[in-house]
Structures are given as C-alpha cells and as structure tokens.
C-alpha cells in the first residue's frame, strides 16, 4: 500500500496494517523450480509487450514472444519503429497486433502475425484519422472474419464490433456493442449504452450482412448467464432465454419470473418465486426434464453451479450442495450462511470464498457432508483463488485497501502447506536481492509452467518484468528484462 506523506491513516488502522505486513515465506524441499516438459513436445510461447519512454520524449512498444521455459531469446514479433502492443491471441500460432500513431493515440493498422515466424504477417485493417479508435477489447473469429470489439479514443465509451478480413475493407456491423459468442457465421452480440456493464439487447448478428435479429425482451435490460459452446442462457424481462447461435432460434425456458443462475452438465440452474419462498428448479437446454432440486424456502440465499453436476447454495443452515440432476441436498459448510463466491469444484471438494467484517476467507469444502475448511483467512486480506493443481491451490492475496497490488500463494485443499509463491527470481547474475512488492497471475501453461508479473518498487529495482515457475515454488525465472511489461497471451 503507498500512502503519500499526507494521507491520514487512524492509529487503529495502523495497527492493523502493520499486522498484515508480509514476509515471503519459502517453499518445502522438493518442489521443482520448473515442471518438465513431455518429451518431443515443444515449448509454448509467452506473448507480450515493452514499453518505453525516451529521456528525449517519445515511445516505444514492441511486441515480443519467448519459450516458455526460456531457452530461447525473445523474438520480435512487431515492425521497427513503429508502436506496436500485442492485443490476444487468435488461435493457430497468430497473435493479433495493434500499430499505432506516432502520437500514441490511435490504431492505424491491425495485423495478424505467426508467434513462430512463419509466413508474412496478415494486415486484417487499416484506418485513416476518421477512424479514432484506441483499442481492441476482444475478438471472436467467426468464419474467414474475426469480429473485433474497437474501444473509441480515451477507451470510453461501448465499443462498435467491427469484422475484420485479410485483403477486405473493414465493417462497422454494431455501433454499440460486444460480441458474446459466435457459431457458423453468426454472432450474438449485447447491444446498447449499457452493454460494457452487463446489460442490453441481445440480437442475432448475421456477420455476411450485418443483418441484426432481436432475441431477446426489448428492454435493454437482458444479462447473460452463461455459455455453453454454441448456446447461450440468458435473463430477460420474460423470463430465461437459451440462444442457439447456429441455428438462429431462440427459445423461452421454464416460467416467466424464473431467473437463471448458472448451467452445469447441460442443465440450466434457475430461483423460481413462489408464494411460501424461492425454490430452485434445473431443466435440460431444450427445456426437457425439469426437476426441482429445493423446495420453496424463505431463507434461499446465494446460488451458484460448478462443473460435474455441482449446485451450491446458501441458507440459514449454511452452505449446501444438490446435483442439478436431483437428489437430496447436503450440508458442507455450517458457518457459511449468506454470501460466498464459488470458485471451482476440485475433484471431491468446492472453492470459494466468504466475506465477513474485515475480512474474506478462502474455504474448501468436501460434497459428501465430510467437513470444510479454512485454506487462508486475515484482517484485511482478501485472498482470490486463480488455479487448482491436483491438491494444490494458487490463490492471490492482496490489501482490501489496496486490492491491485498483493502476492502469490500456493496451499493444499486442507490449508496445510502453505508458502509463497515465484518471489526469489533467477537472473543471468544470479538470485536477485530481495521480494518484489507486488505480484499478478497470468496463466499456466498446458505443460504446467505458471506464467506470472513481478514489480519492483523502491532501492534501486523499479519496473516490472515476466517470470515463469513452477505453480507451487518459491522459485522464479525472468523471462523478460525489468521495464513495463505487458503479458498478451501463451500460444501452446
């Protein structure tokens, strides 16, 4: 947390944040530094971008990929000279690139480009000044197109969807809007001032002719719940919508005051208001089969679904379980009786966390009834589970005062073995001195590798750069030198 010389902090909370301070702690004996790679199986590659600023004024941004376990240099995968940050990755070994002014403000060509150097790089669009945008939000391929959410200049605004080809002029298909999901050539999109916030109308969008088919209430006011590969769940005013995106339909589920929470083993999870309380009902996407999985209660609080049949809800009897194919529901976790965030089910056990008075603490609990338990909690603190390997968990902490900076840690599901995690970074002159002050999870690798940012802030370290490591060791690598790094994306 940096507090400037002015800011007034109670001596209470001086108390507290002292008692938060952090010691990186190592991990036990045994964890490799760095997963090995299958044999005959290449290394992916990390994607990402530099930025600097001449003394003389200027910038610089360059585009970068590198092997994951670093036993190759980095390789540029922009132009010479010109502004370049890597957007996403597309798929097939190409990223997506951005070139900007030379005034730093606006995009004048989008380019796809192979991460591994072969072929000529694919210029997808290029704008004049007339085309003020400033960035690529998110991108969808859909067909030979790759529909682009572009951010207008000051990134305020709802973004316009634009289809993007090799050798075509680009399309301006939606003014205001963001793509959900796409399948054989059409695309639901979100559309509206509100759309960036959850909110719109959601419509059919026929990418060959921009023609645009309302789905959904008409009110700007329709929320997706979830995606489930071509088909998507929604709330609207009439009750719960499934989009089939190929097909074009779109069909109304369950009755009209039903509200989707979630979808899990192709069943849509819905609350149902009835005149003694809220029960919980769960159907098929086309509507077959529906069952109710808790009858009518006053006490029904947070639902949520997880993957493997899982439905998990709250009530004054605590934290519960039902598969969303029926059966009786189970008690897992008694001191949860309100609020919680469902994270992930690892294997016989849920992830969540659950907000108290200063306080967030990061549980597992067993499905059979078997017991939970505390992975992490702290005054202060609030821990965000990223990752579940085996009996492992990567979860970040940070500051409920200062929630963008905090630090990885790795525990088992029990909450034993906890240690933090990539924070005695290996450079070419050895162990670097000191922790960094703050550290962001990017991803892991489909080989294991964890991809991960540490900054440097104060002495003479300042900046940030990539690392790479083993989820569960103390021990890091540098995979890109110390400045303002931005991660992209991993191409497997």
Not at 254 to 272: H, K, P, Q, Y
């Amino acid at each position: 947390m940096r507090l400037s010389a002015r800011t007034f902090v109670p001596a209470a909370l001086v108390a507290l944040l002292a008692a938060c301070s952090h010691d990186p702690t190592a991990a036990p004996a045994g964890i490799p530094a760095m997963p090995t790679l299958p044999a005959g199986v290449a290394p992916a590659l990390v994607v990402y971008g530099v930025t600097s600023t001449a003394p003389q004024g200027g910038t610089s941004a360059t585009v970068y990929a590198r092997p994951e376990d670093g036993s190759g240099a980095e390789r540029a995968l922009s132009r010479p000279g010109v502004i370049s940050r890597a957007v996403a990755v597309l798929g097939a070994g190409r990223v997506l690139v951005a070139e900007f002014d030379v005034a730093d403000t606006r995009i004048e060509r989008l380019v796809s480009v192979d991460a591994r150097g072969r072929g000529a790089p694919l210029v997808l669009a290029s704008f004049d000044a007339s085309a003020a945008y400033s960035w690529v939000r998110h991108v969808e391929r859909v067909g030979d197109d790759l529909l682009a959410e572009l951010l207008p200049i000051g990134g305020v605004g709802v973004p316009s969807v634009v289809a993007l080809r090799a050798g075509a002029a680009a399309r301006v298909l939606v003014v205001s809007g963001i793509v959900v999901a796409a399948d054989a050539g059409r695309a639901l999109v979100l559309a509206g001032a509100h759309a960036l916030a959850g909110e719109g109308d959601l419509a059919l969008l026929d990418v060959a002719t921009g023609a645009l088919t309302p789905v959904g209430g008409g009110d700007g006011k329709d929320a997706v719940v979830a995606v489930e590969g071509a088909q998507v769940v929604a709330n609207t005013r009439a009750g719960v919508r499934v989009v089939a995106i190929g097909a074009g339909t779109s069909r109304a589920l369950g009755a009209a005051a039903d509200r989707a929470v979630g979808v899990t083993s192709g069943r849509v999870v819905a609350t149902r208001p009835e005149p003694s309380g809220t029960s919980l009902v769960s159907s098929a996407l086309d509507g077959q089969g529906e069952r109710t999985l808790v009858a009518a209660r006053g006490d029904l609080g947070q639902v949520a679904t997880a993957a493997g049949d899982v439905v998990v809800y709250s009530s004054d009897a605590g934290l519960s379980a039902v598969a969303a194919s029926g059966g009786a529901s189970t008690v897992v976790d008694r001191d949860v009786t309100g609020a919680f965030s469902l994270f992930a089910r690892a294997g016989d056990r849920v992830v969540y966390t659950a907000p108290s008075t200063m306080r967030t603490a990061l549980r597992t609990a067993r499905l059979d009834g078997g017991g939970a338990t505390t992975v992490f909690e702290k005054t202060l603190l609030l821990p965000v589970p990223l990752s579940v390997q085996g009996d492992r968990i990567l979860f970040r902490n940070a500051l409920l005062t200062e929630p963008d900076e905090g630090w990885l840690i790795s525990a088992k599901l029990d909450g034993t073995e906890q240690h933090d995690v990539a924070w005695r970074v290996q450079t070419a002159a050895g162990q670097r001195a000191g922790a960094p002050t703050d550290q962001d999870y990017f991803g892991i690798t489909p080989s294991g590798t964890l991809v991960a940012e540490v900054e440097y802030e104060g002495g003479l370290l300042w900046g940030s750069q990539l690392v790479v490591s083993s989820p569960a060791s103390d021990v890091a690598l540098e995979l890109s030198g110390l400045g303002r790094v931005r991660f992209a994306g991993i191409v497997p």
